[in-house]
């Protein structure tokens, strides 16, 4: 089955304590991509990744840190935590064949940092 | 930078009513558009696309045509079902620019169908 894979699913941590947040697909897909989404504020895009050891800033990446060492792997890092960093975060892989162009997103990882 | 503007909800019909989300978009170049559609406690399922001008995008009886002249994407359904209760998302990406790879989404609309 394709799938996005996310963990863990929910985390409740302390503010300055390192984290990361795995993400793993397995369609073979070139593009990974993180985003966080807050009430009233949508989906905003933190970083992705257009292939192995290839990544950008997205929207609002002050905080975040990622690596692509491979391609079915893009983690998220959070090397110091604060409280404006509590959301609802999503990894999302996508086919960007043409009228395929098509984006696969993970069961979410709902982070509360205390 | 792009930037993706839907209507604002939360919206609530009884089940049959005709439903239409409105979303514009502002983009350099040609970008694709997108609805994506979450279920509560879920991740966002794509519901339908369109990639070029006048294309129309179409899956479980929603549609939404991408009109260039108007910089807008509009989502229709003619008869809800209380199954459609979800967040709804507009979305754009862009290939050919120097935003390529970059994802904009709205602020989502909230859809609450009753029997």
């Known amino acids: 089955e394709a799938q996005v894979t996310q963990n863990p699913r929910y985390l409740i941590t302390v503010t300055g304590k390192k984290l990361t947040v795995t993400c793993s697909q397995n369609?073979?897909?070139?593009?990974m991509s993180w985003y966080r989404q807050d009430p009233g504020l949508g989906l905003r895009q933190i970083y992705y990744s257009m292939n192995v050891e290839a990544t950008d800033k997205g929207d609002v990446p002050e905080g975040y840190k990622v690596s692509r060492k491979e391609k079915r792997n893009f983690p998220l890092i959070l090397e110091s935590p604060s409280p404006n960093q509590t959301s609802l975060y999503f990894c999302a892989s996508r086919n960007t064949g043409g009228r395929t162009d098509t984006q696969y997103f993970g069961p979410g990882t709902r982070l509360t940092v205390l | 930078g792009d930037s993706v503007t839907q209507m604002e909800g939360p919206v609530t019909l009884s089940e049959e009513a005709f439903l239409t989300i409105n979303c514009t978009y502002t983009a350099t170049g040609y970008p694709s558009l997108f609805w994506y559609v979450q279920y509560p406690g879920e991740g966002l399922q794509l519901l339908l696309k369109?990639?070029?001008?006048?294309d129309k995008g179409s899956n479980k009886g929603f549609e939404a045509t991408y009109r260039k002249e108007t910089t807008s994407f509009h989502l229709e359904k003619g008869s809800v079902q209380v199954s459609d209760s979800a967040v709804y998302f507009c979305a754009l990406s862009s290939w050919r620019n120097t935003n390529a790879g970059k994802s904009t989404f709205g602020d989502g609309t909230t859809l609450t169908v009753k029997p």
């Open positions: 369609m073979n897909h070139e593009y």
């Open positions: 369109a990639t070029k001008a006048d």
